[in-house]
């Protein structure tokens, strides 16, 4: 078995293609639509350090066709330590265990990738990001590789004119960010709203990343009500854990409006031009599993 280090991972990554990454995201979720995969949910278990320190340590996993894994991760105090393990789906035998701090942070932004690919109008050219941390970085590189945004819009409580200025983006308020926005990206780790969803513009999609916390939410019931739909990676998942859906009032969202990316991605349903979307992330083992495998195939050729 093959002990795969931080800095492997990394390269690996880098020279994968974009469309490569893409692929093997989009192929991972029309299998688990298809029923050909299969999603183990996050499970947390915490406690309080004799120093006082917060710990955790949670898992995560999935079934694929060739290979089977587990994301297992530590956090103490808010900083976390991930490691994925891969199985062949042939043997049951152990292929490798990574190091994957860099992996998750390039899997949230590159399943956003996939989505932004899938629902957002052709003709988007304004991104707005709100956030200027880890994941806003990873995002506007990912989407930038995408679309050609002729605008990119920076809304952050700390650190957003030095992140605007880094990335050539324009500093703004979170009204001007919201109601601006043709692909509108929440990075954060706000609790509640960040904005008013009466402020975004039809034909919007809204990708709210910033929490896997049933507690915490990012958007508001005004711009959930709004949408014509919201695609959620897997449904258990996005029920147990998104707070934008444990949170809304009764009836906000009607569960024909709820849609797993994976089904969209099998079989694409007409875009209403002045439909909002919303897509909400709360990160799910099968995209840590798709890109581990797509890791571990780069670097051994197989």
């Not at 120093?51 to 956090?75: E, N, R, W």
């Not at 399943?111 to 304004?126: G, I, K, Q, R, Y």
């Not at 952050?156 to 509108?184: H, K, M, N, W």
Request: charged share 20%; glycine share 8%; net charge negative.
């Amino acid at each position: 078995m093959l002990l795969i280090t931080e800095a492997q991972v990394a390269q690996a990554l880098s020279l994968a293609p974009a469309a490569a990454i893409h692929s093997a995201l989009r192929q991972a979720f029309v299998h688990l639509a298809e029923g050909r995969a299969a999603v183990l949910a996050r499970g947390r278990a915490g406690a309080t350090a004799a120093d006082g320190a917060a710990l955790m340590v949670s898992a995560m996993g999935a079934v694929l066709d060739d290979v089977m894994g587990t994301k297992v991760y530590s956090t103490r105090n808010g900083q976390f330590q991930f490691v994925i393990t891969l199985f062949d789906s042939a043997s049951g035998a152990p292929l490798a265990t990574l190091e994957a701090n860099e992996l998750t942070r390039l899997r949230t932004a590159a399943t956003t990738a996939l989505a932004v690919d899938a629902l957002a109008a052709p003709e988007a050219s304004v991104l707005a990001l709100f956030g200027a941390g880890t994941q806003a970085r990873a995002h506007v590189q990912a989407l930038r590789g995408l679309r050609r945004f002729e605008r990119v819009l920076v809304c952050a409580r700390s650190g957003g004119e030095a992140f605007a200025a880094e990335i050539g983006a324009e500093l703004v308020d979170a009204a001007s960010a919201a109601a601006q926005g043709d692909v509108i990206v929440t990075c954060t780790r706000a609790s509640e709203p960040l904005f008013d969803g009466t402020l975004v513009r039809p034909g919007a999609l809204v990708a709210a990343v910033g929490s896997s916390k049933p507690a915490a939410r990012e958007l508001d019931d005004t711009l959930l009500a709004r949408a014509a739909a919201v695609v959620v990676e897997w449904l258990p998942a996005a029920r147990a854990e998104a707070g934008e859906l444990v949170r809304a009032a009764p009836g906000v969202i009607v569960p024909e409006r709820l849609i797993e990316l994976g089904s969209l991605l099998a079989a694409p349903l007409p875009q209403d031009p002045q439909a909002i979307t919303v897509y909400k992330s709360v990160g799910i083992g099968l995209e840590d599993v798709a890109l581990a495998r797509l890791v571990y195939q780069t670097l051994t050729n197989g």
